[in-house]
């Protein structure tokens, strides 16, 4: 069994940081790529930054220069650290990790529950 569990969204002030944490817990003998997803309300999900095992990182255009994503391995977690946040940043904000896992030796990709992310005056 894997879990992933988001924490750090809220409400924030046009122009104000937020930083979310993803941390992945159960049988996981490898993390391969973590990223960052989010999905508006009427909208579909849509990539926001990634990280791979390595260290390589991609960014959707509309968050570059504004967002860092990075990764402890040791804790198996994540970071996406936003600044200068704009009110187009709501949403609901999800964590995926291609994990490979003890359980039925098995790789697959998995979700978080999801943390909202509010940003408004």
């Known amino acids: 069994q894997v879990q992933l569990v988001e924490s750090g969204g809220g409400l924030v002030q046009p122009g104000g940081s937020l930083r979310l944490s993803c941390a992945a817990s159960g049988s996981i003998l490898t993390i391969y790529t973590m990223g960052w997803y989010r999905q508006a309300p009427g909208k579909q999900r849509e990539l926001v930054a990634t990280i791979s095992s390595g260290g390589t990182t991609n960014y959707a255009d509309s968050v570059k220069g504004r967002f860092t994503i990075s990764r402890d391995t040791a804790k198996n977690t994540v970071y996406l650290q936003m600044n200068s946040l704009k009110p187009e940043d709501t949403a609901v904000y999800y964590c995926?990790?291609?994990?490979?896992?003890?359980?039925?030796?098995?790789?697959?990709?998995?979700w978080g529950q999801g943390t909202q992310v509010t940003v408004s005056s």
């Open positions: 995926k990790a291609d994990i490979f896992t003890v359980v039925g030796v098995s790789r697959r990709d998995y």
